[in-house]
T-cell receptor
Framework: DSGVTQTPKHLITATGQRVTLRCSPR?????VYWYQQSLDQGLQFLIQ???????AKGNILERFSAQQFPDLHSELNLSSLELGDSALYFC????????????FGPGTRLLVL | AQSVTQLDSQVPVFEEAPVELRCNYS??????LFWYVQYPNQGLQLLLK??????LVESINGFEAEFNKSQTSFHLRKPSVHISDTAEYFC???????????FGTGTKLHVIP
């Protein structure tokens, strides 16, 4: 158990819909990262937050957005969903970033039908 | 910008045989290097990391990796693999500070009994 929690574990929805994925980092960690893992694209970094502020951006689509709240939990919002958005979405946390170990949550498996 | 290349997408190897998973990185500054492992249906977890000091780093389960600055490599090795080592292995690089960690595309290690 990494100490990072993600909800829900599974999500099935239809194209065009909007979903919210939630992540609670390890106690004491200030940085949260979001990743998308799919069979065709592999592991893709989406976005990083540090203490409530966006720190780095990766291959995140404009239909996707994220935020980190004052209690440090984070939410990833996916809208206008397409079939290709079906993937495993991981959240990870670390104390600050860079040289530190990232601790990964168990992931949310999203299926868009 | 930093990048990571894992040339082998899949590596089959017989049990008790040695294995090497290759990783090359590209960066214009000093880097921190990581290997993460993902067992089936789980999130990623840190296997080992190089931050500074000795260029040879070891994990608790017999893996080791050597930082080679001249060849910009951080290959992962194990002298004798076990069935339980079957997993996907990701090499990652960071330029430190608040910089994001860049992951490679992963290498699936399949240990054959």
């Amino acid at each position: 158990d990494s100490g990072v929690t993600q909800t829900p574990k599974h999500l099935i929805t239809a194209t065009g819909q909007r979903v919210t994925l939630r992540c609670s980092p390890r106690s004491g960690d200030l940085s949260v990262y979001w990743y998308q893992q799919s069979l065709d694209q592999g592991l893709q970094f989406l976005i990083q937050y540090y203490n409530g502020e966006e720190r780095a951006k990766g291959n995140i689509l404009e239909r996707f957005s994220a935020q980190q709240f004052p209690d440090l939990h984070s939410e990833l919002n996916l809208s206008s969903l397409e079939l290709g958005d079906s993937a495993l979405y991981f959240c990870a946390s670390s104390y600050s970033g860079g040289r530190e170990t990232q601790y990964f949550g168990p992931g949310t498996r999203l299926l868009v039908l | 910008a930093q990048s990571v290349t894992q040339l082998d997408s899949q590596v089959p190897v017989f049990e008790e045989a040695p294995v090497e998973l290759r990783c090359n990185y590209s960066s214009s500054v000093s880097v921190y290097l990581f290997w993460y492992v993902q067992y089936p249906n789980q999130g990623l977890q840190l296997l080992l990391k190089y931050l500074s000091g000795s260029t040879l780093v070891e994990s608790i389960n017999g893996f080791e990796a050597e930082f080679n600055k001249s060849q910009t490599s951080f290959h992962l090795r194990k002298p004798s693999v076990h069935i339980s080592d079957t997993a996907e292995y990701f090499c990652a690089v960071s330029e430190g500070g608040y910089q994001k960690v860049t992951f490679g595309t992963g290498t699936k290690l399949h240990v054959i009994p």
